[in-house]
């Protein structure tokens, strides 16, 4: 296969196939087919996999991305990629930071730490470029369909291959495939779309995204840079070499920098993206943060104007929605692709369960109850952050500058500077969560599971089922959790659940555990109920509520 060199990563470029074909049409029917094969779309495969459900992904490109894209991965992303079995792949490449800087003209005014310390099991933030994330997405699912058990692949790549043409009905999908090779019918009994902000399923269907959008407009470009920066996010405002504009700065591994600027009003975007452009702008800034004599080379360059829209929900009958093709988050905050992987943590399990029996179809309801609200909660926090990195009106403008001139001097304003990182979200009022007790502490129900390094020096987490319910038991519960775990498993109709007795005395403590507490978390580290002293009744109703039963 050709490769080809792109800055420090090598490119293997993927041939089209043709299915084995009927009068044109594949004569399988598929559980599962995905449209588009980015992030999204790789790990909602990769959560299936797991669970034993096949599908199939269809990707126009014939290779994983080019450029950075989404260059920053959360911790809560690293916790589930870690259900997925490749956080350490990440975290080998990956470069963590905790720490942010932001400047007003010449002058820094902000200096933010993301909380962490030595006892947490992932950093706040890695980076890494997204062609990165991508291929060690496919490496594990490799990985997986070598040791499927019959040796049929888990996960099919259909690479070079676009869909043309889609209808549903009540008991799946058809889609229209074409290649270089030609064209073919394909079935499935479900879709998963994640084919990204221009989904050829969204409009397909006659749906739109709805929300906000900014009139800022930014160049993202990723240069080849020798430099000993830290890795930290800085952030310029307004600096003397480029007035007017906002300007961000990222290490990312081999040497890569990437480099967000805005645009200014008069500027138009394609001659922005110009090499001569590119070349007098980013060696401009160089010069001006003292790095301008290193040599550079321009590796990849894009354009980026902020939005955040969504769909109003993201299951529509036989389809179900996920990343951009969903809902577009602006890049403050990197809600964009962390906020893609929430999404295909929520969805695998669930369109694992309803495929294979375990749960009912209201599990995909739910789905899109959950992520439409985690949209809505993750665009408030961003859209306060957009409109501080790009004002939208003259008095955004004056605000900011006010903000910025005095933040120098007045820590509780150089607040308003911070971007407000993405943080894992609390579904609540979901219909899969059963109240129970109160307890003095802890994660409620909806919570995401609050991870702790324990006694023996392992975490919280690393005791969860990777594929089905976790039933912890703190304190007094810790004797009897295993066998009430029995009890919920010999329900057919739902998922495994694995008990897991905790007594470690900080952790009780942690949980409101005393004397004794009982959490159901579902496969997606999310708190499904919690208790004192549950019955198994109560147990069971819980996780049949949580299977949608």
């Known amino acids: 296969m050709p490769l080809e060199r792109l800055g420090p990563f090598v490119y293997q470029r993927y041939q089209p196939h043709l299915p084995a074909l009927e009068a044109g049409q594949e004569p399988q029917l598929h559980d599962v087919l995905i449209a588009g094969g980015g992030p999204v779309g790789l790990s909602t495969a990769l959560g299936l996999a797991l669970r034993g459900v096949r599908s199939v992904i269809i990707e126009a490109d014939d290779s994983v991305c080019e450029g950075s894209r989404a260059a920053c991965t959360s911790r809560r992303s690293l916790e589930i ?76 790549m259909r690479w070079a291959s676009k869909v043309t043409a889609f209808t549903q009905h009540a008991q799946g999908v058809r889609l229209t495939v074409e290649n270089a090779l030609g064209h073919y019918e394909t079935r499935g009994r479900w879709l998963v779309a994640t084919d ?92 001006a943060i003292g790095e301008g004599h290193l040599p550079w080379t321009p590796v990849w360059a894009s354009n980026y104007r902020a939005g955040a829209m969504t769909l109003d929900a993201y299951r529509h009958g036989r389809v179900l929605f996920a990343g951009n093709s969903a809902h577009a988050m602006p890049i403050f905050g990197v809600r964009g692709l962390n906020s893609g992987f929430d999404d295909a943590d929520n969805l695998a399990w669930k369109l694992a369960a309803v495929v294979q029996g375990q749960g009912g179809e209201a599990l995909l309801d739910s789905y899109s109850h959950e992520r439409v609200q985690a949209f809505h909660l993750n ?73 702790l390094r324990l006694d023996d020096a392992s975490h919280l987490t690393d005791h969860l089922h990777r594929t089905g319910f976790t039933l912890l038991g703190f304190g007094a519960a810790a004797a009897r959790v295993q066998v009430l775990a029995q009890g919920c498993t010999r329900d057919a109709a739902s998922l495994p659940v694995r008990g897991v007795p905790v007594k470690d005395a900080g952790a009780a403590s942690a949980y409101g555990a005393a004397p004794g507490a009982v959490y159901l978390v579902r496969p997606d580290g999310h708190v499904a109920a919690r208790w004192r002293d549950p019955s198994p009744a109560s147990l069971l109703a819980a996780l049949r509520t949580a299977c949608a039963r």
């Not at 400047?103 to 005014?109: D, F, G």
């Not at 407000?420 to 802890?442: F, I, K, M, N, V």
């Open 81 to 156: 990629l870690d259900r997925l079995g490749v956080s350490r792949t990440f975290l080998g490449k990956g470069l963590p930071w905790t720490t942010g800087r932001s400047y007003y003209r010449e002058r820094e005014v902000l200096v933010f730490s993301m909380p962490h310390d030595e006892t947490q099991k992932f950093p706040p933030m890695i980076n890494l470029e997204q062609y990165y994330i991508e291929q060690f997405l496919l490496d594990e699912i490799a990985r997986v369909n070598a040791a499927a058990a019959d040796g049929k692949p888990l996960v099919e």
């Open 196 to 287: 990204g902000g221009q989904s050829f399923i969204r409009h397909a269907l006659g749906l739109e995204l709805k929300g906000a959008a900014y009139s800022g407009r930014y160049a993202i470009v990723d240069i080849e840079l020798a430099s000993a920066s830290p890795t930290e996010r800085r952030a310029w405002f307004d600096p003397p070499w480029a007035r007017g504009t906002t300007i961000l700065m990222h290490r990312q591994p081999d040497n890569l920098w990437r480099i967000d600027y805005q645009l200014r009003k008069h500027e138009n975007t394609d001659e922005s993206l110009t090499p001569e452009q590119i070349q007098a702008f980013v060696q401009r800034h160089l010069d």
């Open 379 to 451: 665009a408030e926090a961003a859209m306060r952050s957009t409109e501080f990195m790009s004002p939208p009106s003259r008095g955004f403008e004056l605000l900011r500058e006010a903000a910025l001139s005095l933040a120098g001097e007045h820590p509780p304003i150089a607040n308003l500077l911070n971007p407000r990182q993405t943080s894992a979200l609390t579904y609540r009022g979901s219909p899969l969560s059963t109240r129970g007790e109160d307890l003095r502490a802890g994660p409620v129900e909806g919570a995401p599971l609050m991870d």
